[in-house]
């Protein structure tokens, strides 16, 4: 439909119009010309989207391009044109399908962003109704593919998708495949002869993550996101396949209900309220939202239940960009009506965007403390689910590769858990022949030394010791929060002190020239005297810290006290072998020699000696509280969302002489399991030999 060129000269024009956005929000196109071409761009992202299940934009940034045009229309009346796509919801359809029509038209939803817009919506509503007291239904806007169900007679009939808005393609075979669509639904109890219902089909994380791993061994492209995975799902054509891709069906809306006689049953008060149709529907073994359903008495209810489920969006199994808020009585949604677009009585309230394109600008290369050599994408920077993100890690060189990202691309960014962005992919489409394909370096950054790459591993590494940038990070490691825990020696002031050369390894910290820190700026005799009484408290800490902050690969905290738990002494560990360290629990065969050559290596040996010299502890006694514990001899593991932190749960097992394990194995004895919980909670289920308890009744143990 499109060639290279027009899609490049497309997304090109795209961006243009999103960086004028981006500086003004509110203003408008200035001739016909520009409108009708602002047309064109929207056509092709609903084609991108609907038909090829792509994306060249993100949500986000459509919905910027489709309310400028909105806007520019409402001011220019005698522009608008009977194809415009405020007319009409999204044009082109595959002739892969046949084309079906739907009972009612599925429009879409207006949306809002912010508490101002939901008032603004809440004030129109009643001013339609003419009633000041109107009750709201709130539920989860699934990131998926649309889809419409009817049944007559109590037996599905049809299948379709949303197309565009009018007819889709019948899928009636692909539907049957998914077992959460009910071939048959006692209907008649209700009194309904022919129903038509509307849904998302969507596909949960973790089935989304298998896939993409199956995708990328298989040497094709990852799906940029759940939706497009789910959309391309519905449309495949050995429906066969379609159950492979563990795809599940939301229902959450009924726009038909008619009796035996063609009376509809909306309109004559058989149902009464969209609740009462989510009841409905949930009573009749559909999969609905009615787990996260909510009636608000009012819109200030409402903005707070928005506020407070966005916090926790990103512990749900599905992809969640926003939540729909609708009147519940149907009689005053009626009163409300619709425009040609989107019902009145019904808005979406977008939460911050997770996904974003912009511009990859230049890569720079960073020196970890263990010498692995990280590229980071330097971004045109982008507002991303509440942040400014400018800087992306691309993990290593076979990342780059597989994705084939280069310099100046058009790259999909994604935040991740809402905290650490990565690059999904790049916007192949967008390039225009000024990329760059990226060059690992060969050499060090920092020191120049030549690389050195494992057969084994992915990474690059710097195997000189004494990296100046290994250095720091190893310093900076060492006192972390989670290791030794110095308070005052941050990441700046550890960079600082190496450049000052104060400091060269780790035992430098135990002997500090202190009237030489006191000639730096911001350094007084209180910060001063805080920093000594901070590293002194460090050298009581205990060996499991000690081990975790000496930086040993492969070796977190949970390992570390799994190994501290083998000895009296630090330096027992020379005595180990290979095959004894992989006898720990936790400890597998690439770990255990990471650990065994670490205590026979002549520099790590002499850091641990200086230690002991400074009065580092690096004992380990088992504690006779914890030996008479209430959990002594027990093993734990807790997942899913707690109202305790986990590491606060973790530190209650060890005190009361319990220990933690890293997975659900057959020396499990408990598994704490908190909302949410997921893969290893239907692990410890299959394994049928691990007691699965709650919060409370983990606290009862300890009492």
């Known amino acids: 439909m499109y060639s290279k060129e027009q899609e490049q000269k497309l997304i090109h024009d795209s961006q243009e119009l999103l960086k004028q956005l981006k500086h003004a929000q509110n203003f408008l196109l200035h001739s016909e010309n520009e409108t009708e071409q602002l047309r064109k761009i929207i056509r092709y992202h609903e084609w991108k989207y609907y038909v090829q299940s792509e994306i060249a934009i993100t949500d986000f940034e459509f919905d910027q391009l489709y ?94 998708t949303r197309g565009d808005g009018s007819v889709g393609e019948e899928i009636t075979t692909n539907c049957k495949q998914l077992r959460s669509i009910p071939l048959s639904a006692d209907f008649k109890k209700y009194g309904i002869h022919k129903i038509e219902i509307r849904g998302e089909v969507l596909i949960n994380k973790n089935s989304f993550q298998k896939i993409n791993e199956k995708r990328i061994k298989d040497g094709l492209p990852p799906f940029g996101n759940p939706r497009n995975a789910a959309s391309g799902g519905l449309r495949i054509k050995d429906s066969s396949e379609v159950g492979k891709r563990g795809m599940e069906a939301f229902l959450y809306h009924i726009s038909v209900a008619e009796d035996e006689s063609g009376n509809d049953l909306l309109a004559s008060g058989g149902i009464k309220s969209h609740s009462h149709a989510i009841e409905t529907l949930d009573s009749l073994g559909f999969k609905s939202p009615r787990k996260e359903f909510f009636i608000a008495k009012n819109i200030a209810d409402v903005i707070d239940y928005c506020h407070q489920f966005e916090k926790r969006r990103e512990n749900l199994p599905y992809e969640i960009d926003g939540l729909v808020i609708k009147v519940d009585k149907l009689e005053l949604q009626k009163k409300c009506g619709y425009t040609s677009h989107h019902p009145r009585w019904a808005i979406a309230y977008k939460f911050a965007a997770k996904q974003a394109t912009t511009e990859l600008l230049k890569v720079e290369y960073q020196v970890g403390r263990t010498g692995a050599i990280t590229p980071v994408a330097k971004l045109e920077p982008i507002a991303l689910a509440g942040v400014t993100v400018s800087s992306v890690s691309m993990f290593n060189e076979e990342f780059i590769r597989e994705k084939d990202i280069r310099v100046h691309d058009k790259v999909l960014v994604e935040r991740a858990g809402e905290v650490i962005p990565y690059i999904v992919m790049p916007i192949v489409e967008a390039r225009t022949g000024a990329e760059e394909k990226i060059i690992f370096p060969t050499h060090c950054p920092v020191c120049d030394s030549k690389l050195f790459k494992p057969e084994t591993e992915a990474n690059w590494r710097c195997i000189n010791y004494n990296c100046p940038a290994q250095v720091s990070e190893r310093i900076i490691h060492y006192v972390s929060k989670d290791a030794m825990d110095i308070a005052g020696l941050g990441e700046k002031i550890v960079e600082e002190f190496v450049a000052q050369n104060f400091i060269h390894t780790i035992p430098d910290i135990y002997n500090l020239n202190f009237e030489a820190i006191g000639k730096l700026e911001g350094w007084k005799e209180k910060s001063i005297n805080n920093l000594k009484a901070a590293i002194e408290k460090s050298k009581t800490q205990s060996l499991p810290r000690l081990l975790f902050g000496l930086g040993i690969r492969f070796v977190g905290e949970t390992t570390a006290k799994k190994l501290a738990q083998q000895v009296n002494d630090i330096s027992e560990f020379q005595n180990f072998s290979v095959e004894q360290l992989q006898a720990i629990e936790d400890v597998g065969p690439k770990v255990a020699v990471s650990i065994h050559d670490f205590f026979h290596d002549e520099n790590n040996l002499k850091i641990i000696s200086q230690l002991k010299e400074s009065g580092v502890n690096t004992q380990h006694t088992k504690t006779e509280s914890a030996m008479d514990g209430k959990l002594f001899g027990k093993t734990f593991l807790f997942t899913g969302t707690m109202n305790m932190k986990r590491s606060d749960a973790e530190e209650m097992v060890e005190t009361n002489g319990g220990n933690i394990l890293g997975s659900v194995t057959s020396k499990l004895n408990y598994l704490v399991v908190g909302e949410d919980a997921g893969s290893k909670l239907a692990k410890a289920q299959k394994l049928g030999t691990v007691n699965i308890i709650r919060e409370a009744d983990f606290l009862k143990m300890i009492e």
């Open 67 to 160: 309310d400028l045009l909105k806007r520019t229309e409402a001011e220019h009346h005698d522009w608008i044109t009977s194809d415009s796509p405020t007319q009409r919801v999204a044009k082109g359809l595959t002739k892969e399908f046949p084309e079906v029509q739907h009972l009612v038209p599925m429009l879409s939803l207006d949306n809002s962003y912010d508490a101002e817009d939901l008032n603004d919506w809440d004030e129109r509503v009643k001013k339609l109704i003419e009633d000041s007291n109107v009750e709201y239904c709130v539920e989860p806007k699934f990131d998926g593919a649309g889809i419409s169900l009817v049944y007559e007679n109590n037996q599905f009939m049809r299948g379709a």
